[in-house]
């Protein structure tokens, strides 16, 4: 496998999805929905992150610092039922579905700061998952839907759009 290209700086993507970011939606087989708004995620406490990211268009950007919540402070504010297996991200319909598990031990978090500025809107701004240890894709940008399901049968991103509030 080739060495990839090293950036100085995470590229940015040109894509329409930056501006429809209106609040994140934090859902399913939860006590309490969170809506929080970006004003809402950029308030401590902050957990941060250094990491190169890396993209399997074989380029790198060494040591970006990233800072927001942890996903499991935001999962412990809502009351996470136990019979949660797994927790969908989704940006429109592009989703990541981890089990509870795999998002326990790879510590996530909903960047919001990306090497001690504002996210910017074309980098994933104003909320960006980040998931130390995982391929690029997992990052996903402008995250506007967390639900916590117990299958993945329940909600389907092809042809449900994003998920539905509530279990």
Same mark, same amino acid.
């Given at each position: 496998?080739? !060495?990839?290209?090293?950036?100085?700086?995470?590229?940015?993507h040109?894509?329409?999805? +930056? @501006? *429809? %970011?209106?609040?994140? @939606?934090?859902?399913?087989?939860?006590?309490?929905?969170?809506?929080? =708004?970006?004003?809402? &995620?950029d308030?401590?406490?902050?957990?941060?992150?250094?990491?190169?990211?890396?993209?399997?268009?074989?380029?790198?950007?060494? *040591?970006?610092? %990233?800072? =927001?919540?942890?996903? +499991?402070?935001?999962?412990?504010? @809502? =009351?996470? %039922?136990?019979?949660?297996? #797994?927790?969908?991200?989704?940006? $429109?319909? #592009?989703? /990541?579905?981890?089990? @509870? $598990?795999?998002? +326990?031990?790879?510590?996530? /978090? &909903? +960047?919001?700061?990306?090497?001690g500025?504002?996210?910017?809107r &074309?980098?994933?701004?104003?909320?960006r998952? /980040?998931?130390?240890?995982?391929?690029?894709?997992?990052?996903? !940008? %402008?995250?506007?839907?967390?639900?916590?399901?117990?299958?993945?049968?329940?909600?389907?991103?092809?042809?449900?759009?994003?998920?539905?509030?509530?279990?």
């Amino acid at each position: 496998m080739a !060495k990839p290209h090293q950036l100085e700086s995470l590229p940015v993507h040109e894509t329409g999805s +930056a @501006t *429809d %970011w209106q609040v994140l @939606t934090l859902t399913g087989l939860v006590e309490r929905s969170l809506v929080p =708004g970006a004003r809402a &995620l950029d308030k401590p406490p902050h957990t941060s992150r250094t990491a190169d990211f890396e993209c399997e268009e074989s380029w790198v950007a060494r *040591d970006q610092r %990233w800072k =927001g919540p942890s996903v +499991a402070s935001l999962l412990e504010m @809502t =009351g996470t %039922w136990s019979a949660a297996r #797994y927790v969908v991200f989704a940006s $429109g319909d #592009y989703t /990541i579905c981890p089990t @509870t $598990g795999e998002g +326990a031990a790879l510590r996530p /978090i &909903l +960047a919001v700061r990306l090497n001690g500025a504002t996210l910017e809107r &074309l980098r994933g701004g104003p909320c960006r998952l /980040i998931v130390p240890g995982r391929p690029s894709h997992h990052s996903v !940008k %402008w995250v506007n839907a967390i639900r916590v399901a117990a299958d993945l049968e329940e909600w389907n991103p092809t042809t449900s759009g994003p998920p539905p509030a509530g279990p």
